[in-house]
């Protein structure tokens, strides 16, 4: 259909000139005077007659080299031999003619050459017929000859005067404009210097502050320590400790760190506990050992700082203008005591929060480590991979046509070779995605390659609802956060369709071109949805009103593979163009493109949470990147088990990855069937 609008497009132009050209023919002529001119009509006649005499009744062109018969016809000479090498007869008498009776005509060759010369000065400029004539050796007095002259040089000071004044004029724009830009340069950065010259001020005021609450502390602490009385009421194991003047938290309530001291050893036991089972794998071959000092953590994110100066230094003045923007007054109000607690303005709070949480981690530390099957079966690949309500079990699902459902704190705290599964549901087909409901903890919906929507009792282990309508495979299925009876999904047959678990039918269809890669629902409404579409665009739908979508971002090259809201406002997408792209879906604006990962064929996931967004790659690498910034801030890459001679490097990619809420917590998944559990680590 697109091919032939295009087609028809780009005929209008030639359509639409060749009726105005038949139109332009067939309108009525205005009639001729009544009694023409004499002259002007007998020149003309004489001029088609010449015009005619002069064609070659052969090419019916200008004779070129003209040759007389003996019939006494005129053609052009290679016309006539051309002719007389397969006919012997004239071609325009059929009498008998043959080589031997062509000649030369001399006067018909000089008068086309003076009808040559003729159209060339009829054609020719005033100028080039002044030539023309000068070169012909035209006569003429010295006078008449000055007086040209003269003119010509008038002319020519003219003409260079003209091109001088065009010329400085365009300079003089040139100027005014590059002035123009440089001025708004200047007053932008003169903005921003007092932007950061406030900045500096409220960062050393607060550190100030700072330095003399850690000094009341300290003081505080050496009166206490030297107090005779205080001693019977403080360990002394704790006053020679601190006497240094570090404080703690039980220094500063020494009641309740008193009253709770067995308490705390229990649990400061327990911790160190959980600790060694959480830390049995550091993906750099380490693990406590590796832990640095508070001056060691400070020197690694001032090098981190300075390794992605540039993004961070965009990242600070894009947020510190947007704020700007949005409060023209804020000085006034910083003027009346109205900044927040921390002394910031908000654009410097905004930035602050983004910098301690990119540089808090550079790693990721694996865990914790299983297989969700055979490691030399083909039918291994985890195509989804989701935490459950409140973090406690996660289920995956893939190839293998099993949803298997795991406890997450026996995952991390047990040896990997007695991790079992607490439940499992077998299904018809291969699954693609998986999604739990946030309201009913026992529920879960999947999707699979026959196109058939499920949702399932965990409990029961059985399936609830089977929905069949998609006529292709189901590539995407996601439960509402707000609505927990509606879920939507999205297939190759170009629908999305959303269900509600009440009903055996879909309640709304919504038909597209291309095929679905991905849907899900804004988190904070259940009528806004997101769908991840193969024709390269994201459509954010209204579903009260889906003959259109609200709006269409652009921007990725190819399919889009999967789409993640951050928040109400903020959409994260992947596609197979080996790039992600965050979008305001209330402003309807991209606002950053993230690179670094690989992923040009394959559903490698996508999973995102308020401030990190992490996805697969093809290189069997997991990535993870802050949403303030375009690069990676850590990245992850698993090992394989086959022997590095034998490994073919390119067939393995990582297929899920699955954030848990809010924390530095992973779940990932790659192609073989090896799930590791992944925390971001400093």
């Not at 020719?124 to 004539?133: S, V, W």
């Not at 550091?282 to 994110?301: E, F, I, K």
């Amino acid at each position: 259909m697109g091919g032939g609008t295009t087609s028809i497009g780009a005929m209008v132009p030639t359509v639409k000139s060749e009726s105005a050209d038949s139109a332009a023919e067939a309108a009525p002529a205005p009639p001729p005077p009544a009694i023409p001119p004499p002259q002007s009509l007998d020149a003309s006649e004489m001029e088609q007659e010449v015009d005619k005499d002069i064609l070659c009744p052969i090419c019916m062109q200008t004779i070129k080299d003209a040759f007389l018969t003996a019939c006494g016809h005129s053609f052009c000479y290679m016309c006539i031999v051309t002719h007389l090498q397969n006919k012997s007869d004239c071609p325009c008498c059929s009498h008998f003619l043959t080589a031997n009776h062509l000649y030369p005509n001399f006067l018909l060759n000089k008068l086309l050459m003076k009808n040559s010369e003729h159209q060339i000065a009829k054609a020719a400029t005033p100028l080039e017929q002044l030539r023309l004539a000068l070169e012909q050796g035209c006569e003429g007095s010295v006078k008449e000859l000055e007086s040209l002259l003269s003119l010509l040089s008038e002319k020519k000071r003219k003409m260079e005067q003209e091109e001088a004044e065009t010329n400085l004029q365009i300079m003089h724009d040139f100027l005014h404009c590059l002035r123009k830009k440089k001025l708004d340069e200047l007053n932008e950065i003169q903005s921003d210097l007092q932007y950061i010259k406030e900045d500096i001020y409220a960062v050393e005021r607060r550190r100030i502050e700072l330095f003399r609450r850690r000094d009341r502390y300290s003081a505080k602490l050496r009166m206490l320590g030297d107090d005779p009385s205080s001693k019977s009421v403080w360990p002394p194991s704790f006053v020679d400790e601190h006497s240094g003047g570090t404080v703690s938290r039980t220094a500063i309530m020494p009641g309740l760190g008193h009253m709770s001291s067995g308490g705390q050893k229990n649990r400061n036991s327990e911790a160190r506990s959980s600790a060694s089972h959480l830390i049995r794998k550091d993906s750099l071959g380490g693990s406590d050992n590796q832990n640095l000092s508070q001056s060691g953590l400070a020197l690694v994110r001032k090098r981190r700082v300075h390794a992605q100066f540039n993004d961070l230094q965009d990242c600070y003045l894009q947020k510190r203008r947007h704020w700007a923007r949005q409060m023209p007054e804020q000085r006034e109000r910083d003027s009346h005591g109205l900044l927040n607690r921390e002394g910031y303005s908000e654009g410097l709070e905004d930035f602050q929060s983004v910098l301690s949480t990119f540089t808090r981690y550079s790693r990721f530390r694996v865990v914790a480590e299983l297989r969700h099957g055979d490691l030399f079966h083909s039918a291994n690949i985890v195509s989804s991979i989701e935490f459950d309500r409140d973090d406690e079990l996660f289920a995956t699902a893939g190839v293998s046509r099993r949803i298997k459902i795991f406890e997450f704190s026996s995952v991390v705290n047990e040896p990997a070779d007695v991790q079992c599964p607490v439940a499992e549901m077998s299904t018809r087909s291969k699954l693609s995605c998986l999604s739990w409901n946030k309201y009913a903890k026992n529920q879960i919906a999947s999707s699979d390659y026959e196109g058939i929507v499920t949702v399932w009792d965990v409990t029961t282990r059985q399936s609830v609802m089977e929905y069949e309508e998609h006529e292709k495979r189901a590539w995407s299925v996601d439960f509402s956060r707000t609505e927990p009876s509606m879920l939507i999904s999205g297939s190759d047959d170009c629908k999305v369709k959303v269900w509600c678990t009440k009903q055996e039918a879909s309640v709304l269809n919504i038909d597209m071109k291309a095929n679905i890669c991905s849907v899900k629902y804004n988190p904070g409404s259940s009528i806004h949805v997101a769908v991840g579409s193969a024709d390269h665009h994201i459509h954010y739908y209204d579903l009260r009103k889906t003959n259109q979508p609200l709006y269409v971002f652009n921007g990725h090259r190819k399919a889009v593979s999967y789409v993640k809201f951050l928040s109400s406002n903020e959409l994260a997408s992947a596609s197979t163009d080996n790039t992600l792209r965050l979008w305001d879906v209330k402003e309807n604006v991209p606002l950053r493109t993230f690179r670094g990962h690989t992923n040009e064929k394959n559903f490698v996931g996508l999973t995102v949470n308020s401030e990190y967004i992490a996805c697969g790659s093809e290189t069997n690498e997991v990535y993870v990147y802050h949403k303030a910034i375009s690069k990676p801030a850590a990245w992850h890459k698993f090992s394989s088990d086959v022997d590095e001679a034998e490994e073919d490097t390119g067939s393995y990619f990582i297929s899920a990855v699955c954030w848990k809420s809010e924390s530095p917590t992973m779940l990932t998944a790659n192609s073989q069937g090896t799930i590791k559990v992944l925390v971001l680590a400093p």
